[in-house]
Antibody
Framework: EVQLLESGGGLVQPGGSLRLSCAASGFTFSSYAMSWVRQASGKGLEWVSVIYSGATPTYYADSVKGRFTISRDNSKNTLYLQMDSLRAEDTAVYYC??????????????WGQGTLVTVSS | HSALTQPPSASGSPGQSVTISCTGTSSDVGGYNFVSWYQQYPGKAPKLMIYEVSKRPSGVPDRFSGSKSGNTASLTVSGLQAEDEADYYCSSFAGSKNGALFGGGTKLTVL
């Protein structure tokens, strides 16, 4: 059974940093692309970033480009999202998702339960 | 790139069919056969219901079906059941550098 478990969320001040982790199990992590998708309270889903199986390439939504960095450690079956220069509008539940697609994030077939990031002073 | 356009709400009685639309552009929905649909219950993670326009993952009832015409994709739920009441989101691939776009979501109510 595929399991994705996010951690690292919390309260951070504007301009601060946070690193999210996603521990994967139940599938061959190193063979799959992985994404982060976020959802502000009461709002829709927003794709944030994707990383391919060999850690490159990586792509980002314009809203986070230059501030967020996605990475992975295939030896630890773990996905990361380093979030810097955080803004109030980054407040959301962040989900990691197993991603299908050879040339981009075509679709997301398994999702974690999410971790809440709150950016506020 | 703007989000895909979905109606905010849809409804139907048990046993009826309901269709939810998802409108994009030729750079996303119309340009690729990589439209997917997700079901989300309150406080829960999304679940993949349809991928590549019309394919169903294992375990998804065949009451759920997808289609696409031009820049608009559709999700049809036939034989509505109470458990189908949830939020539904469409998504489309929008090119390697633009990644994926989502719709704003449609709240499906079973009357």
């Amino acid at each position: 059974e595929v399991q994705l478990l996010e951690s690292g969320g919390g309260l951070v001040q504007p301009g601060g940093s946070l690193r999210l982790s996603c521990a994967a199990s139940g599938f061959t992590f190193s063979s799959y692309a992985m994404s982060w998708v976020r959802q502000a309270s009461g709002k829709g889903l927003e794709w944030v970033s994707v990383i391919y199986s060999g850690a490159t390439p990586t792509y980002y939504a314009d809203s986070v480009k230059g501030r967020f960095t996605i990475s992975r450690d295939n030896s630890k079956n773990t996905l990361y999202l380093q979030m810097d220069s955080l803004r109030a509008e980054d407040t959301a539940v962040y989900y990691c998702a197993n991603t299908q697609g050879a040339a981009g994030p075509f679709y997301f077939d398994h999702w974690g339960q999410g971790t809440l990031v709150t950016v506020s002073s | 790139h703007s989000a895909l356009t979905q109606p905010p709400s849809a409804s139907g009685s048990p046993g009826q069919s309901v269709t939810i639309s998802c409108t994009g552009t030729s750079s996303d929905v119309g340009g690729y056969n990589f439209v997917s649909w997700y079901q989300q219950y309150p406080g829960k993670a999304p679940k993949l219901m349809i991928y590549e326009v019309s394919k169903r993952p294992s375990g998804v009832p065949d009451r759920f079906s997808g289609s696409k015409s031009g820049n608009t994709a559709s999700l049809t739920v036939s034989g509505l059941q109470a458990e189908d009441e949830a939020d539904y989101y469409c998504s489309s691939f929008a090119g390697s550098k633009n990644g994926a776009l989502f719709g704003g979501g449609t709240k499906l109510t079973v009357l």
